[in-house]
């Protein structure tokens, strides 16, 4: 059915059939939340309770990401938790459904979370929380529900981060990694404890800010929590409906 849409007086949004506020759907449900997609990536109703986050195939793309990326990345930011304390991060949860499962491509939903290591804006890092990671690196749980969905958690009293580009010896290379499966290899093979990096960071806190990952889209200041899905070398086909997004307990 082709969706009909319905244009109210000034100051009010319009509705689409079926979605809008008759239908029960409040698309600004979470005004915290917003669009910070890369290149032919888009969220679809960013702000609703139950987003969509759409990459597509598309042609090399440069000049969207910080650095040489190419590719198409959806990314759901959560203007939320600017300036909390590290060591105040006690859980994250998330629902997501691959709408387009017989899509061959791999692709989860993952977290980001940008943390400012000495409270001062001088040096950024990223953990994340990937479903697709080992089960050693003990990066979260993810359980599939009885609709399809998988519920990806993390209790960070218990459960490792990973850390975009870490350094050994260098931030966050003081606290030495909860499980290291290639000593010298890629960042994607070490876990960390957030307690250890708070221990060794005291000013750590999350902070909204343009941290210049690779990954993040150019020159942009983007919330501290977010959701991902695709990369910056990522062109294909994903569409994956996001719900029940919580911190520490909290609805977001």
Do not use: C
Not at 1 to 28: A, K, N, W
Not at 62 to 77: D, P, R, W
Not at 132 to 159: H, M, P
Request: hydrophobic residues 45%; charged residues 10%; neutral net charge.
């Amino acid at each position: 059915m082709t969706p009909r849409v319905y244009i109210g007086p000034l100051g009010s949004y319009s509705e689409v059939e079926g979605v809008g506020p008759s239908s029960g759907f409040d698309p600004f449900a979470f005004p915290s939340r917003a669009d910070f997609s890369v290149n032919s990536a888009r969220v679809e109703y960013a702000q609703s309770a139950t987003p969509v986050l759409h990459t597509q195939t598309a042609g090399p793309i440069a000049g969207g990401f910080n650095g040489g990326g190419q590719g198409t990345k959806s990314i759901l930011g959560f203007d939320i938790a600017d300036g909390l304390a590290l060591s105040a991060l006690v859980s994250f949860e998330y629902t997501w459904l691959n709408l387009v499962p017989f899509v061959v491509g791999g692709l989860a939903v993952y977290a980001n979370f940008i943390v400012d290591l000495f409270g001062n804006g001088t040096v950024y890092k990223i953990l994340v929380i990937d479903p697709l990671s080992v089960v050693a690196l003990n990066n979260g749980t993810t359980i599939t529900n009885g609709d399809g969905s998988k519920t990806t958690s993390l209790l960070f009293a218990s459960q490792w981060v990973l850390v975009v580009l870490d350094v050994p010896g260098y931030p966050p290379g003081v606290p030495v990694p909860q499980v290291n499966l290639a000593p010298g290899g890629s960042w994607l093979s070490r876990s960390y404890s957030v307690a250890d990096i708070a221990a060794a960071y005291p000013l750590a806190v999350l902070r909204r800010a343009s941290s210049l990952d690779g990954g993040l889209p150019k020159a942009t200041v983007t919330p501290a929590v977010m959701l991902i899905t695709g990369d910056s070398s990522n062109n294909r086909i994903s569409n994956m409906k996001l719900s029940n997004v919580k911190l520490n307990g909290v609805a977001v």
